[in-house]
């Protein structure tokens, strides 16, 4: 399930994220990061599902 969690991350950061935490403050946060810039938001998500074991 993780290996899934982390190809989310790295197709659609958002969804990652939700998958990891669900609707919260990381969650919000990955969203501005992806729309400031694709690369930013990737790397807050698998920051955060790595994080989160």
Do not use: D, R, S
Request: with cysteine.
């Amino acid at each position: 399930m993780e290996l899934f969690k982390i190809i989310c991350a790295i197709i659609l950061p958002p969804l990652g994220v939700f998958l990891q935490v669900g609707i919260g403050k990381h969650f919000w946060i990955n969203i501005i990061l992806t729309l400031l810039g694709y690369v930013p938001g990737i790397v807050h998500a698998v920051w955060v599902v790595a994080k989160k074991k």
